[in-house]
């Protein structure tokens, strides 16, 4: 039997994105995988005021259970409620790879879906993605395709190299399929790992710097596209305290680097309406379990080492939508 999101208190992100474009921000999208780090979002999210896209991988489908998630996400909206600010809340499938799992998903509960065709040729990719937003559209669903490839690793998601957008192949793609939003390639990454030290240069304190976005690219896409909503996928920044305290106490993070804070603000005040944030949350978690595990070797109450945990991914999405994504105070 499906299920409607609307009847889970969810939103589709049509209404969001439109706001965003508007009011030169972007809405979070952050993923997760378990209770703390869905607690997290929306309590970072209710104390600044912010819409959010709660954000699901396949592989965290089945890691947590279709049934459950969807009952989780119904508990979201309610927690946010009682929390005392009824925020926006959509549920978004992040990088669906076929017709099946994306109907699968719109017919649990799922308010918005992506379909990433990327790896297929541009013919292909248009007519999966109409073939999604036929039947999305049909229940009031919203639908993200892609265009471009980025590299890095992210669940299921591998790719080697990066393959930028073409500017001049949006306007085809987002008129045949008619798709709601579009993910684009600059130069951001999946994962932790997003860059090698070669293709990063060195500051006077010996710290990475990745090659900048390619916002030239973004612009002309914006000229063909006005007002249409982009996606930006693999925009972690990997805080360099989060990876110092990873290593300090055990971890072995090597060269990891992500994408500065300052080129994501001015990215978030153009057409780039979404942004998805995945590894810094892992890294703030797995930082603060760490640290727990070293300095309290005989605790094993997990609630004394996942509340830590969920407190540092809170405070984390918080300063996310302040000073990065600007979505604080537009619920």
């Known amino acids: 039997m499906s299920t409607s999101y609307k009847d889970l208190g969810l939103v589709n992100t049509k209404e969001m994105f439109a706001k965003a474009v508007e009011g030169g921000y972007a809405v979070p999208a952050y993923n997760f995988n378990n209770l703390e780090q869905l607690q997290a ?6 104390e600044s005021k912010s819409p959010v896209i709660l954000q699901v991988s396949s592989g965290a489908r089945k890691y947590a259970n279709a049934n459950l998630l969807r009952n989780m996400a119904k508990g979201a909206v309610e927690f946010a409620k009682e929390l005392g600010c009824e925020i926006p809340i959509a549920l978004h499938l992040d990088h ?14 799922f308010s918005s879906v992506m379909i990433d065709g990327s790896h297929h040729s541009f013919e292909d990719n248009i007519a999966l993605t109409k073939k999604v937003v036929e039947y999305a559209h049909a229940h009031g669903v919203t639908v993200e395709g892609e265009l471009g ?3 890095g690793v992210e669940d299921d998601v591998v790719a080697e190299k990066s393959h930028y957008t073409k500017p001049e192949e949006v306007i085809e793609f987002v008129t045949k399929t008619g798709c709601d939003s579009l993910a684009i390639s600059i130069g951001t990454s999946h994962g932790a790992n997003k860059f090698t030290p070669e293709q990063c240069t060195r500051n006077e304190k010996g710290v990475l710097i990745p090659p900048p976005l390619r916002f030239d690219i973004l612009e002309e896409i914006e000229q063909k596209l006005p007002g249409f909503p982009i996606v930006l996928h693999g925009s972690s920044s990997v805080p360099q305290e989060d990876v110092d305290t990873i290593n300090k106490f055990g971890g072995a993070l090597k060269d990891s680097v992500g994408i500065p804070e300052e080129q994501l603000r001015k990215a978030a005040k153009s057409a780039v309406c979404k942004i998805n944030i995945d590894s810094d949350g892992r890294l703030a978690m797995t930082a603060a379990i760490r640290k727990v595990f070293v300095e309290k070797p005989g605790e094993f109450d997990p609630r004394k080492y996942l509340g830590p945990a969920r407190d540092a991914l809170k405070e984390l999405y918080k300063h996310k939508n302040e000073n990065v994504l600007g979505s604080a105070g537009k619920a």
Request: hydrophobic letters at 45%; proline letters at 0%; glycine letters at 8%.
């Open 96 to 109: 669906g790879d076929t017709f099946e799992l994306c109907k699968d998903c719109i017919d649990s509960g």
């Open 149 to 151: 490839v980025l590299a």
């Open 41 to 46: 979002i929306v309590q970072a999210c209710v």
